[in-house]
């Protein structure tokens, strides 16, 4: 099927997916890993509107935004497939994880950023989006059904994300008595070797962000993004 190049970030949240999903479809693929504050010439070049990562390069052909890859590679690799054939069921599934990238994410940052006479409410917030996605895999063993599917790649790295912002902003957002369902199955999914392969830790977040002496930086610039 040509040759596939995946330019990432390895402490990305959202650069997992994609490998992720080339690892379930046994695509072979090469990464190029890219420095965040030294953006490539490859980087600009394949993604030159946005110039972020992830980009998948299948055959010379670039193309951006995980989702958009994600897509991208169910249709190009039709083993073990992401996407429900359902019309329905596939449309709810593309709802539900912009719900994560357009809702919920923005909604965990900015609890995590907010200031103090502000915190409360923020973090509630963000937990009644939380709990949404607890009632959704409820009862369920991956939020794809019996195999793992588009939105679990989506929310996958979610978790983990979540214990890196509340060490570094001091908050709790992530409470496994009150998202039960979302706790079993986030316990569940990292244990799986592929996944376990490719998220990236709490720890080496937190170690990347002490190293490079980003902790107020990140949330100083974040609370200065949603006072506007």
């Known amino acids: 099927m040509g040759e596939v190049k995946v330019i990432g970030a390895s402490l990305s949240i959202i650069c997992c997916r994609i490998e992720w999903a080339l690892k379930l479809k046994g695509v072979q693929y090469e990464y ?15 993604n030159p509107v946005h110039k972020k990562v992830p ?17 991208y590679i ?48 923020a973090v509630e917030s963000a937990q009644e989006l939380l709990g949404i996605l607890d009632k959704l895999i409820e009862g369920k063993k991956f939020f794809g059904g019996e195999t793992i599917g588009f939105l679990d790649l989506v929310v996958g790295s979610l978790p983990n994300w979540l214990k890196f912002m509340e060490e570094l902003s001091g908050i709790k957002l992530f409470d496994a008595e009150k998202f039960p369902s979302f706790h079993e ?20 977040l937190i170690n990347y962000v002490n190293t490079a002496g980003l902790a107020k930086t990140i949330l100083g610039s974040a609370a200065m993004a949603n006072k506007k």
């Open 185 to 204: 199955w986030a316990t569940k999914f990292v244990e799986i070797p592929i996944i376990q392969e490719h998220i990236p830790m709490p720890e080496d």
């Open 55 to 71: 980009v998948l390069v299948h055959n010379e052909k670039p193309v951006a935004e995980s989702l958009v890859i994600l897509e």
């Open 74 to 121: 169910d249709e190009t690799w039709k083993e073990n497939p992401l996407l429900p054939k359902d019309p329905f069921e596939k449309s709810t599934a593309r709802f539900w994880a912009r719900f994560v990238d357009e809702k919920f994410i923005p909604s965990a940052w900015a609890a995590c950023c907010a200031q103090e006479h502000e915190q409360e409410k």
């Open 32 to 46: 190029i890993q890219e420095d965040l504050r030294n953006k490539s010439p490859i980087l600009l070049q394949c």
